[in-house]
C-alpha cells in the first residue's frame, strides 16, 4: 500500500495500538486515524500529526466515523487485561464482539480493503494446557473449541467474523493470535497488566522500598511464553500486508516458567525475593507458548527478543514511572 492510503486503528490509545501508530509514523505513512475509547489524557501514545478521535467502538455509527475513506483498519481495541481482569470480567470481554462485529460491518459498507483482527493464544483448546510443560500450540489446536471462558470464547467467535467477511465480501482479513506482548509503554498496574508487567513492578517496588516479600499468583511452576513489543509491531504489519489467510501464532516461542520469570527480573534489580504464593489468585492454564513453525514456514521470520533483553528494558521503564511517582508507595 503507498503511504498516503488512510489507516485507522482501533485501540490506538492502548499498548499495541499506541506502538503501532508509533511504527506507521516512523515508515512514513501519512493518513492514520487513532481511535480509542479513553480520554485522550490516558491514551498511552498520542501523536498530533495523526486524526485522534476519541469513540465508541461497539457502536455502530462511531464505526462509520473510523471506516469512512480507509484503505485498511487494524482492530486492536478490546476491552482486556491479565488473568485477574478476564477471569473476573467475562461479560466485559465478550462484549467486545461488538467492535468486531460493527467495524467488519462499517469496513464493509465503505469498501476497506484490508482489516487485521488481534486474536490471541487465549482461542486454544484448554484441554491441550493443561500441564506445565506442554508441546507449543499450534494454529490447528483452537479446534474442537474449548478456549478460554469469556475472552477467549469472545476471540474465536470474531476470528470466524473475519473469515466470513473475507470469504463472502472480499476484504482482505487478517488474523493474528498474540502471544502475552509486554514491553514499556503499557499496562502495568491498575488490575489489567499482565505478568511481564506486574512481576516487574513489584520487582521494582521491593528494590525501591526494601521491603523484599513479593506475591506470586499460583505456584509459579506455570508456563507462557512472552512477546517484545517490537517483535509484535513487526509481525502485525507484516501479516497485515500478505496474502496469508489463515489465523496465524505471533508469539515467542521462548517458554519460561513465570518463576523463570521471577528470577530474570530479580536479576536485572540485582535483589533476590522471599517469595510468597498464592494459591488462590487468577494464574490461567498451566502451560502455554507458541508453536512458531507455521509463521517460519509462510514468512521465514519468527518473534526473537529475547525475554531477558526485552524484560531489561520494560523493567527500566516500569521503575523509572514509579520513580515519577505513578505509583505510590
Ligand atoms: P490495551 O488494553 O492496552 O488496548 C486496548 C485498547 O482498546 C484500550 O486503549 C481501550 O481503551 C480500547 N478500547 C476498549 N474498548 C473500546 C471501545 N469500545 N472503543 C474504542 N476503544 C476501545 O490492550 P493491548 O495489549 O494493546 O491489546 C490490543 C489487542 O491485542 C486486543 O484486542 C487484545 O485482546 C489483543 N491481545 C493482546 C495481548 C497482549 O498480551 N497484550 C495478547 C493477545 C491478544
Same mark, same amino acid.
Given at each position: 500500500?503507498?503511504?498516503?492510503?488512510?489507516?485507522?486503528?482501533?485501540?490506538?490509545?492502548?499498548?499495541?495500538?499506541?506502538?503501532?501508530?508509533?511504527?506507521?509514523?516512523?515508515?512514513?505513512?501519512?493518513?492514520?486515524?487513532?481511535?480509542?475509547?479513553?480520554?485522550?489524557?490516558?491514551?498511552?501514545?498520542?501523536?498530533?500529526?495523526?486524526?485522534?478521535?476519541?469513540?465508541?467502538?461497539?457502536?455502530?455509527?462511531?464505526?462509520?466515523?473510523?471506516?469512512?475513506?480507509?484503505?485498511?483498519?487494524?482492530?486492536?481495541?478490546?476491552?482486556?487485561?491479565?488473568?485477574?481482569?478476564?477471569?473476573?470480567?467475562?461479560?466485559?470481554?465478550?462484549?467486545?464482539?461488538?467492535?468486531?462485529?460493527?467495524?467488519?460491518?462499517?469496513?464493509?459498507?465503505?469498501?476497506?480493503?484490508? &482489516? &487485521?483482527?488481534?486474536?490471541?493464544?487465549?482461542?486454544?483448546?484448554?484441554?491441550?494446557?493443561?500441564?506445565?510443560?506442554?508441546?507449543?500450540?499450534?494454529?490447528?489446536?483452537?479446534?474442537?473449541?474449548?478456549?478460554?471462558?469469556?475472552?477467549?470464547?469472545?476471540?474465536?467467535?470474531?476470528?470466524?467474523?473475519?473469515?466470513? &467477511?473475507?470469504?463472502?465480501?472480499?476484504?482482505?482479513?487478517?488474523?493474528?493470535?498474540?502471544?502475552?506482548?509486554?514491553?514499556?509503554?503499557?499496562?502495568?498496574?491498575?488490575?489489567?497488566?499482565?505478568?511481564?508487567?506486574?512481576?516487574?513492578?513489584?520487582?521494582?517496588?521491593?528494590?525501591?522500598?526494601?521491603?523484599?516479600?513479593?506475591?506470586?499468583?499460583?505456584?509459579?511452576?506455570?508456563?507462557?511464553?512472552?512477546?517484545?513489543?517490537?517483535?509484535?509491531?513487526?509481525?502485525?504489519?507484516?501479516?497485515?500486508?500478505?496474502? &496469508?489467510?489463515?489465523?496465524?501464532?505471533?508469539?515467542?516461542?521462548?517458554?519460561?516458567?513465570?518463576?523463570?520469570?521471577?528470577?530474570?527480573?530479580?536479576?536485572?534489580?540485582?535483589?533476590?525475593?522471599?517469595?510468597?504464593?498464592?494459591?488462590?489468585?487468577?494464574?490461567?492454564?498451566?502451560?502455554?507458548?507458541?508453536?512458531?513453525?507455521?509463521?517460519?514456514?509462510?514468512?521465514?521470520?519468527?518473534?526473537?527478543?529475547?525475554?531477558?533483553?526485552?524484560?531489561?528494558?520494560?523493567?527500566?521503564?516500569?521503575?523509572?514511572?514509579?520513580?515519577?511517582?505513578?505509583?505510590?508507595?
Amino acid at each position: 500500500m503507498s503511504q498516503d492510503q488512510l489507516i485507522t486503528v482501533g485501540g490506538a490509545g492502548g499498548f499495541i495500538g499506541g506502538a503501532l501508530v508509533a511504527d506507521l509514523l516512523r515508515k512514513g505513512h501519512t493518513r492514520i486515524r487513532a481511535i480509542d475509547i479513553k480520554p485522550f489524557s490516558e491514551w498511552y501514545q498520542k501523536f498530533d500529526e495523526v486524526e485522534n478521535l476519541q469513540l465508541d467502538l461497539s457502536d455502530l455509527a462511531n464505526c462509520h466515523v473510523a471506516a469512512k475513506g480507509a484503505h485498511t483498519i487494524y482492530n486492536l481495541a478490546a476491552d482486556m487485561g491479565g488473568m485477574g481482569f478476564i477471569e473476573n470480567n467475562k461479560a466485559l470481554c465478550m462484549l467486545s464482539v461488538l467492535i468486531n462485529t460493527h467495524l467488519c460491518m462499517a469496513a464493509k459498507d465503505a469498501g476497506v480493503e484490508r &482489516f &487485521f483482527y488481534a486474536s490471541s493464544a487465549c482461542v486454544y483448546n484448554g484441554d491441550k494446557q493443561k500441564v506445565y510443560d506442554i508441546p507449543a500450540l499450534k494454529e490447528s489446536d483452537a479446534y474442537p473449541a474449548l478456549p478460554e471462558d469469556g475472552y477467549g470464547w469472545e476471540k474465536l467467535f470474531s476470528e470466524r467474523m473475519c473469515r466470513h &467477511f473475507r470469504e463472502d465480501y472480499g476484504i482482505a482479513t487478517r488474523v493474528a493470535r498474540y502471544h502475552n506482548v509486554y514491553g514499556p509503554l503499557g499496562t502495568w498496574d491498575g488490575g489489567r497488566e499482565k505478568a511481564p508487567a506486574a512481576i516487574c513492578r513489584k520487582v521494582a517496588l521491593a528494590k525501591i522500598s526494601g521491603n523484599h516479600d513479593i506475591e506470586i499468583w499460583g505456584t509459579g511452576d506455570q508456563t507462557r511464553s512472552f512477546m517484545y513489543i517490537t517483535d509484535c509491531v513487526f509481525g502485525t504489519q507484516m501479516l497485515l500486508n500478505s496474502d &496469508f489467510v489463515e489465523p496465524i501464532n505471533i508469539g515467542s516461542a521462548e517458554m519460561v516458567s513465570i518463576n523463570q520469570l521471577v528470577d530474570m527480573a530479580e536479576d536485572i534489580a540485582g535483589i533476590k525475593l522471599n517469595r510468597r504464593y498464592n494459591l488462590g489468585a487468577p494464574k490461567g492454564v498451566n502451560g502455554r507458548s507458541s508453536d512458531n513453525t507455521l509463521i517460519k514456514q509462510v514468512f521465514n521470520w519468527e518473534p526473537s527478543t529475547r525475554l531477558r533483553d526485552g524484560l531489561e528494558i520494560t523493567y527500566k521503564w516500569i521503575y523509572d514511572q514509579i520513580q515519577q511517582g505513578a505509583k505510590s508507595l
